[in-house]
């Protein structure tokens, strides 16, 4: 593969930081490494650049010249600075330095358009910041999806008395026991998700959806509707 000089000078140091964050076992080292990405300074280039992201098929680990749509830079940011649903990486450590994340950002900015075309036109719908962290929060759904393609499994509970009928001294629901359901969602889009789930009250099976109208933004909407 071939590469220009300038890209090739902003690669090395690059590489080293990588290696030394990220490349250890269990992490993205060895032949078996986490989501079939290794960064071995020897190995990030081939991994990384055009490859297409496993955890999320819309993005490519490095889209050259582009960093805003290259996961690998992305996940290296706070949440409230890449827009990005997911967990931080180095995952449990340290975050990266300022200076060490604006290398990595520079280095897939010097891809040359001449040899890679022109970062595409930005057609991915990008995450709004959540209201809040899950689909679900204690026994009420909340106003925020899944996400595309992500199929989740979870036992759920329902307090058996309503909070009304439970009063303080059943502690509002908590001491009357819970109905207990087995519960499956997958979302069809960012914006719409289908669950099925069987519950042991009246031993009945109950199918849902929900379409998240109206998603919380900074720079938008104040509020989200499902």
Known sequence: MVRAQGETDAFAPVARLLQSRCAMPGCHAGPEPAQGMRLEADQTYRS??????????????????DPDHSLVYLKLLSPHQGAYRGPRMPLSMEPLKDDDIARVRTWIESFPSELWGHPPEDKIERFSSRTFQDATLANL??????GARTLEFRFVHRFKASVADAGSKGFYGLDSGAWISLDLAYGLSDSIDIGLRRTNLETDYEGYAKWAAIRQDATGSPISVA
């Open 48 to 65: 990384t650049v055009n490859v297409r992201a496993r955890t999320d098929a819309r993005f490519l680990r490095v889209t050259p010249g």
């Open 141 to 146: 759904p909340t106003p925020d999806p899944l």
